[in-house]
C-alpha cells in the first residue's frame, strides 16, 4: 500500500505523467555507453595485476605489437609525471605505476581493431611483478607493523607519531577526524543503561546493470571527444584532463543514457586510457567496455568498516550520552567515508554529549567510490543496531524511542549546526500509524524498526532553457538523469510556464554546452537542476512579458504571467486579451530574437532529509535463510514532485540495502585476490528475494526549493541494514554485528545460543 | 566578530580553542582570518570545506555573515 500524508495543489507537479525516456528505454532504442560506435575505430583491452601488491619489474608488448590489427600499446610512462593530490591518485588508479596496489589493478592497456584481438594482445603483453606483502581487513591494516601500501601518505590531519618505534607505527592511516560536543563520560554517568558494542561490515558494490563503457578519440593536438556512461560528463572532462596532461576545454564529453550509477560513475577508470590508446594510434576512436568481472575487481565498491559504539540511555529511553569510533579503508587510496558516516551516525538524535573519532585507513583493494550516502548506511548499521538492544533491554517500543530523542526544527544537529525544517518525527509518525507496524506477526518472525539520514548536496549547475517557435520549450540540464529527473524537471518548468507537461522537453547535453556542472550525485539533480531550471523558465517569462508589453505599447512592469499567457497586471494596465506563450514564440524573430532564460550558481537552500523503515522477517532455524516479508519506507521527500520516481528510489534503496544487510560482500582469499568477480558468486537481489515494499511520502516542504524538493535518492539506503538486523534479532532472538548476515552466519549464531 | 566552531581534530592547530573568533562579513573573509590566525588550518582549508551557516550549507566565499551568526566548519560534503 503506497500513501502520501499531504496532498499539493498544483496544476502539474505531484502527478505522475509516463516517464520522457520510457518508449525509448523498452523498444531499445536508447543508447548507453556501450551503443556508441565511430568509423576507423579500435577496441581497447586492459591488462591488470593478478597480485593483490606488487612491484612492476618489466612490461614486454613485443609480442602482441607484432600481431597484425594492434595498433597500440600503452602503460604509466605514456602518462604525465609531477601530478599531485588527489589528480596523482586518479592517475595511479588509471594505471598503475611502480606498484600494483589491488588485484585487478590496470598495468597496461592496448588496441587493436577488433575486440578479441585486443582481448588477445592484452594476453600476450608479458608483466613481470615482484609479489609484496599485502593487507586486506581494515583492522589488520591499522595495526602497527601491517605491511605499509603508501608510507608517508598520511595527510595533514593525520597526529605525528613522534617517538614511536618504528614497528609499531601505523603506516596505513591517511586521515584522522574528531568532533563532538559536550562532556561524554558525565553523560554516561548519568546513563541507567550504557553499552558499548563492535560492529563490522564488508565492501560492497554499487553492482548498476550497465558497465562502465566509453569511446574516445584524441588526437596529437591535445583536442578530443568522449562518449562515455557517466554521472558527470564535466568530471570525466577534468579528471581525463588532469590525468593526461590536457586542457579540459580541449575535451568535448558527451553522456549516454545511463543504466544505474548509485555514485560509482562520479569518478574515472577506463576513460583516460581509451583516450591515451587513441593518441597513440595516430587519432582513431577507442572503444573500451568493461567486463562484469573487470567493474567488480577495479571500479569503485564502497568501503569496509569496523565501528566501536557507545550510549548510553535512561530507563525513559532518553540517551544522556553516545561515542563512536569508526574505522574505514576505501583501498589503496585515501577517500574512504568515515566523516560523513560519523556526521551521520547520530544525526537523528538530539543528544546532550557526542564524541565522534574516525580513521581513513589503506588497504590492498581497489580505490573506493562514492555509493549511495557514502558511509551513511555503514554507521547507521552500528549505532541503530544498539539502540534497538538497549531498546530491547529497557522495554521500551523502538519507535517511541526514537520519538522520546528525535531531532526537531531547531535542534542542535550532533555535528553542531542548527537543523531548519526538518521531517523525522513526522516519518516516525507515519510509520507508527501504517498497518505494517501493527501486522501480526508469526513463529520464528520479527520486526525491526531503523532511522537514517542525509544531508543532501547543491552544488555547481548550470541549466539552459529555449522557447521554440511554437511555444514549446527545450531544456538543456548537465546532470544526466538516473532518477528520473528530466521528468520532474519537465512537470517543474511546464508549471512554472503554464504549459502541458508533454510541450518539455528535457535534454541532458554535452560539455560544450553548459557551464561546469557536478555529477548527479548528493541527491542532488532535482534539487538543483530543478531550481536551476525554474529560476531559467522565471527569466524567459519575464522576457515573454516584455514582448508582450511592446505589443501592447505598455510598461513591461504592468504585465504579468499567468496560466501560460501574458496578461495586464490590474484594470489600470489596459484592456487587451490575454497573448498566449503560442502567439509570443510566434513572432519573437521580430519582437527581439530568440527568447531563453540561463541559470548559474551554486543553489543554496538543500534540504536534509530523514527516513524511518519498518522490516517483518522470517529466519528459517534450520537453515539460517532469512526471508523479507514485507518492507515499509517512510521518508520526507519535502515535495514529491513526480511521486512514482520518488517510490521507486524508495524502494530502490531499500532492494539494495536488502542486498547488502543479507548478502553481497566483496570475498578475498588468502592471496588477496576477489574470490567473487561475477555476478553468480556475487549475490545482488533478484525479483525473487524481494518483497512488495510499501512506501509513504513525507511531505514537509523545503523553504529553500521554489516547490520544496528535498533530494531523496540516497537516504533510502541509510536504514536498511539495521532494519534488517533489528528484525532478525527480534526473530532469533540473536544479535549479528558483522554484516552480511548470511545463512551460514545466522545458522551459526542460532547454533551458538542453543549450544549455550 | 563572529565565532567560529571547529571539528575537534583542528584543536592541534587553533592552542586547544574549538571556537575562535575572527573579524569577517563574509564566509571568505571568514576563511582568510582563520588561516591568517591560524596557519596550521591552511591545508584543511586549502584542500575544501563545507561551511554552515544560519542553519544552512553556503555555497560560496561571497556567502554573508552577520554579526552573532552561527557559523561551522564542516568536513567537505559530497554524494552518491
Redesign the interface.
Known amino acids: 500500500m503506497n500513501m502520501r500524508v499531504i496532498d499539493t495543489k498544483f496544476r502539474l507537479v505531484g502527478t505522475r505523467p509516463n516517464r520522457p525516456d520510457g518508449l525509448d528505454k523498452v523498444t531499445g532504442r536508447a543508447r548507453y555507453g556501450a551503443d556508441f560506435s565511430l568509423p576507423g575505430m579500435l577496441w581497447g583491452a586492459v591488462v591488470r595485476s593478478p597480485h593483490a601488491h606488487a612491484r612492476i619489474l618489466k612490461i614486454d608488448a613485443s609480442e602482441a605489437l607484432a600481431l597484425d590489427g594492434v595498433k597500440a600499446v600503452v602503460t604509466r610512462a605514456d602518462f604525465p609525471t609531477g601530478l599531485t593530490g588527489e589528480d596523482w591518485n586518479l592517475q595511479e588508479n588509471t594505471m598503475a605505476g611502480d606498484v600494483a596496489l589491488y588485484d585487478g589493478h590496470a598495468v597496461a592497456a592496448v588496441a587493436a581493431a577488433s575486440a578479441l584481438l585486443a582481448q588477445d594482445a592484452a594476453r600476450r603483453i608479458k608483466v613481470e611483478y615482484e609479489v609484496l606483502p599485502h593487507v586486506i581487513d581494515v583492522d589488520d591494516a591499522i595495526k602497527p607493523g601491517a605491511p605499509a601500501i603508501r608510507p608517508g601518505s598520511g595527510d595533514h590531519s593525520v597526529p605525528p607519531q613522534e617517538g614511536v618505534h618504528p614497528d609499531m607505527v601505523r603506516h596505513n592511516v591517511v586521515r584522522n577526524i574528531e568532533f563532538g560536543h559536550g562532556d561524554v563520560e558525565e553523560g554516561f554517568a548519568q546513563a541507567d543503561l550504557v553499552m558499548e558494542r563492535t560492529y563490522k561490515t564488508e565492501a560492497t558494490h554499487q553492482g548498476y546493470i550497465e558497465p562502465h563503457a566509453c569511446v574516445g578519440q584524441m588526437g596529437e593536438d591535445g583536442k578530443g571527444e568522449m562518449w562515455v556512461c557517466t554521472q558527470g560528463q564535466w568530471f570525466i572532462r577534468r579528471m581525463c584532463a588532469a590525468v593526461l596532461g590536457t586542457d579540459a576545454a580541449q575535451l568535448r564529453v558527451t553522456p549516454s543514457e545511463i543504466g544505474g550509477g548509485f555514485g560509482g560513475k562520479t569518478t574515472i577508470f577506463m576513460e583516460p586510457l581509451a583516450l591515451a590508446l587513441s593518441r597513440k594510434a595516430g587519432g582513431r576512436p577507442v572503444k573500451i567496455v568493461m567486463s562484469r568481472s573487470e567493474v567488480l575487481r577495479a571500479t569503485g565498491p564502497t568501503a569496509s568498516a569496523s565501528m566501536d559504539v557507545k550510549i548510553g540511555m535512561k530507563k525513559d529511553g532518553a540517551m544522556t550520552a553516545a561515542r563512536a569510533e569508526f574505522r574505514m579503508q576505501g583501498g589503496a587510496f585515501p577517500g574512504a567515508p568515515v566523516d560523513l558516516a560519523l556526521y551521520c551516525a547520530f544525526a537523528a538524535y538530539k543528544i546532550p554529549a557526542v564524541e565522534h573519532v574516525g580513521y581513513d585507513v589503506l588497504a590492498n583493494r581497489p580505490k573506493c567510490a562514492a555509493y549511495r550516502a557514502p558511509g551513511a548506511p555503514m554507521g547507521a548499521f552500528a549505532v541503530e543496531s544498539l539502540i534497538d538492544d538497549m531498546c530491547r533491554e529497557l522495554g521500551l517500543d523502538p519507535i517511541e524511542a526514537r520519538l522520546k530523542n528525535a531531532v526537531r526544527e531547531g535542534d542542535k544537529s550532533s555535528y553542531g549546526p542548527t537543523f531548519g525544517k526538518i521531517g523525522l518525527v513526522e516519518t516516525l509518525e507515519a510509520v507508527r500509524k501504517h498497518p505494517n507496524y501493527s501486522a501480526p506477526l508469526g513463529p520464528n518472525q520479527g520486526r525491526g524498526v531503523a532511522t537514517g539520514y542525509w544531508f543532501n548536496h547543491g552544488g555547481e549547475t548550470s541549466v539552459s532553457l529555449a522557447i521554440s517557435e511554437d511555444g514549446t520549450a527545450q531544456v538543456s540540464i548537465g546532470t544526466p538523469d538516473i532518477g528520473g529527473t528530466r521528468s520532474s524537471i519537465g512537470l517543474m518548468v511546464a508549471e512554472t510556464l503554464g504549459i502541458p507537461y508533454e510541450n518539455v522537453r528535457v535534454n541532458v547535453v554535452e560539455t560544450g554546452a553548459l557551464g561546469v556542472n557536478e555529477p548527479t550525485h548528493g541527491s542532488r539533480a532535482t534539487f538543483a537542476s530543478g531550481k536551476a531550471a525554474v529560476i531559467a523558465a522565471q527569466q524567459a517569462i519575464g522576457e515573454m512579458c516584455k514582448r508582450a508589453a511592446g505589443e501592447w505599447g505598455i510598461d513591461p512592469e504592468a504585465v504579468e504571467w499567468y496560466d501560460g499567457a501574458a496578461r495586464p497586471a490590474g484594470s489600470n494596465a489596459g484592456k487587451f486579451p490575454p497573448m498566449t506563450i503560442v502567439e509570443i514564440a510566434r513572432k519573437m524573430g521580430s519582437t527581439g530574437g530568440p527568447i531563453s532564460g540561463h541559470h548559474e550558481s551554486v543553489p543554496d537552500g538543500v534540504g536534509n532529509s530523514f527516513g524511518t523503515h519498518v522490516v517483518d522477517v522470517e529466519v528459517d532455524p534450520e537453515t539460517g535463510r532469512t526471508t523479507v516479508l514485507r518492507y515499509l519506507v517512510a521518508q520526507d521527500a519535502g515535495r514529491a514532485i513526480h511521486p512514482s520516481y520518488v517510490e521507486g528510489q524508495f524502494q530502490g534503496g531499500a532492494a539494495q540495502g536488502i542486498g547488502w544487510a543479507l548478502n553481497e560482500e566483496y570475498v578475498y582469499g588468502s592471496d588477496g585476490r576477489l574470490q567473487n568477480s561475477v555476478f553468480l558468486d556475487y549475490r545482488v537481489p533478484v525479483a525473487s528475494d524481494l518483497p512488495p515494499i510499501d512506501t509513504i511520502i513525507v511531505e514537509v516542504p523545503n523553504p529553500g526549493h521554489p516547490y520544496g524538493v528535498r533530494g531523496v535518492g540516497e537516504t533510502g539506503i541509510t536504514p536498511p541494514l539495521p532494519a534488517i538486523a533489528n528484525a532478525i534479532a527480534a526473530a532469533t532472538g540473536v544479535r549479528l554485528r558483522h554484516l552480511p548476515m548470511t545463512p551460514p552466519k545466522v545458522l551459526a549464531a542460532i547454533k551458538a545460543r542453543a549450544d549455550g | 566578530m563572529v565565532e567560529v566552531?571547529l571539528?575537534?581534530?583542528l584543536k592541534?592547530f587553533t592552542g586547544g580553542e574549538l571556537v575562535v573568533t575572527v573579524e569577517a562579513t563574509t564566509v571568505g573573509e571568514m576563511l582568510d582570518a582563520l588561516v591568517a590566525a591560524h596557519p596550521g588550518l591552511r591545508?584543511?582549508i586549502e584542500?575544501g570545506v563545507s561551511v554552515?551557516v544560519?542553519?544552512?550549507?553556503?555555497?560560496?566565499r561571497h556567502?554573508p555573515i552577520k554579526p552573532g551568526s552561527?557559523v561551522?566548519l564542516?568536513?567537505q560534503?559530497?554524494?552518491?
Not at chain 2, 54 to 60: K, N
Open positions: 566552531n571539528w575537534s581534530s592541534r591545508p584543511f584542500k554552515a544560519d542553519r544552512e550549507m553556503v555555497s560560496g556567502a552561527e561551522y564542516i568536513q560534503l559530497k554524494g552518491g
